[in-house]
């Protein structure tokens, strides 16, 4: 059974009745879990909403990390003018770094009284372990763990979808309850630990300064998408308070251009979008450039910048991210770096078909051909015509790093 048939059960089990007619807020984005036929969860979560305010008003629709990351939860009073009947958690909770400190928070603008309605993934669930997404989980749930945060008699309904790999809950708003601390299971480690202890994981655990920033501005760098933002800060935290330029090639609605700007205080953060919207993101220290990142002279153009950061986060394709990184990578100073992102589009032509650009090399191959320079020593010999390209980077480069999705150049 897929995600969207345990949605119909539920629909079905008449589970969500008593949110019928009741301010409800709703929380998740589908499109967080792209399921294995291609189902997208935001259909199901527009018939939630429909289906839970039939006859009532327009629901409420935030991310998770919108209403309940620790460094958004300030702005919520103000956000909603009154307390809700109802909570449905569609996604999320699995990547909140504190579930129970979000639990609470959820209970906390839920009226007593009230229903909360989550789906979580449980320890069963394996599907993005063994696939190419992007998406990182924290934690797993089982009926057990809610009954211990939340009261055991708060919990109304508990549902599972046959696989096991689903399951949801209803619980009721006790007056006077709150939420308990316990171990919860941790999807990393695939062991109950304590929320802190697994705060404490991790090579890159004490790197959590860029990602909070990133996911206060909703740049989908953030660990509730594509989770590059701690490796990121492993490597540009020695440019922390440097007066220099970071140029940015993709800006879409300015969440890493202000992310950048606020973690970078002394910066002038370049960006470049082909969309003219996107000159609303520009300041003080934020400078939009509109150009097509396609066309050769707009990028030669950008070297002008000097730049000791560049981040290719635009189109993806091949072309266009082996342009900027054959144009731009010269222009660094010694120490500089080059990220280039979301290499899934040369790997993965199911999910991301026709991202060529007309271009017979994939990017992923051509990082890779750059990462043998660098490992072997060597100068790659007469392969193709972009062996002299790649030889020369590969030469010029300090150290080579490949991570999930994403991959940092340091320039010698
Ligand atoms: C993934 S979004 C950027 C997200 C942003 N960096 C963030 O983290 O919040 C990609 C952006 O690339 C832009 N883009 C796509 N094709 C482009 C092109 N040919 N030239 C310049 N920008 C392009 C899109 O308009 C879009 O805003």
Known sequence: MNLSTFYKQIMDSGILCPLQDKRVLIIGDGHQVCMPDGMNLVTEEIHMGQYVLANGGVPDIYELSTVVNESRFAPIPTMLTGKYQGIIVVSGLEKEENPVVSLQMLLDILDAGGFLFCVTRTPKFNYIRNSLSEYEDLWRFTAEEFKQILGEESIKVFIEEPAGHYMAIMAEHIVGCSAVDCPLFSYRTETRLSVDDLRTKGFFADCRELDKIGSTFNTDKNRFYHNYLPKYEFFLAPFRHKNFNLLELGIFKGGSAKMWEKYFPNAQIHCVDIDENCKSVADDRII??????????????LRSIKPSV????????????????????????????????????????????????????????????????????ELETDVDELSATISNI???????????????????
Not at 394 to 412: A, N, P
């Open 310 to 377: 560049i981040v290719d986060d635009a189109s993806h394709m091949w072309s266009h991210q082996l342009l900027a990184l054959f144009t731009l990578y010269e222009c660094l100073p010694s120490g500089g770096v080059y990220i280039l992102e979301d290499l899934e589009t040369s790997l993965n032509e199911r999910l991301y078909p026709g991202m060529d650009g007309g271009c017979r090399h994939n990017v992923y191959d051509v990082l890779s051909r750059i990462a043998k320079v660098v490992g072997s020593k």
């Open 288 to 301: 939009v450039h509109i150009r097509d990142l396609g066309i050769k002279e707009n990028v030669e153009q």
């Open 394 to 412: 590969g030469l010029k480069t300090e150290m080579f790093s490949l991570m999930k999705g994403s991959c940092v150049l340091i320039r010698k």
